[in-house]
């Protein structure tokens, strides 16, 4: 059983920074897929980014540019720089993890991040104009 934690959420104004990081504990292998999707109120949950065993990324267009997903193999954390924060990336955010296997998707993992098994309980981030 894969477990995850979030951390690192809080309130920032626009244009600020924050860092999100996640524990992965259990049984993870190489063909392990890690990334975050983020839930807004009233909207859909958004994948935001993902992160292969082998350091392949892929981002929401959203986010492209300001967020940047990292992972450190040797304690099993999952982190997200975020910056230039906006508002509209108010929300809660999630870190997930499931086996993909040894397929990847043309566009990344991105848009399938919201649905993977593993999640954890989330990380609160609100940004202020």
């Known amino acids: 059983q894969v477990q995850l934690e979030e951390s690192g959420g809080g309130p920032v104004q626009a244009g600020e920074s924050l860092r999100l990081s996640c524990v992965v504990s259990?049984?993870?292998?190489?063909?392990?897929?890690m990334g975050w999707f983020r839930q807004a109120p009233g909207k859909e949950r958004e994948g935001v980014a993902t992160?292969?065993?082998?350091?392949?990324?892929s981002y929401a267009d959203s986010v492209k540019g300001r967020f940047t997903i990292s992972r450190e193999n040797a304690d099993n954390t999952l982190y997200l720089q975020m910056n230039k924060l906006k508002p509209e990336d108010t929300g809660i955010y999630y870190c997930?993890?499931?086996?993909?296997?040894?397929?990847?998707?043309?566009?990344?993992?991105?848009?399938?991040?919201?649905?993977?098994?593993?999640r954890g309980r989330g990380t609160q981030v609100t940004v202020s104009s």
């Open positions: 997930a993890a499931d086996d993909v296997g040894e397929s990847l998707p043309a566009q990344g993992w991105v848009a399938y991040v919201a649905t993977f098994t593993n």
């Open positions: 992160i292969t065993s082998d350091g392949r990324t």
């Open positions: 259990g049984y993870i292998t190489s063909t392990y897929c």
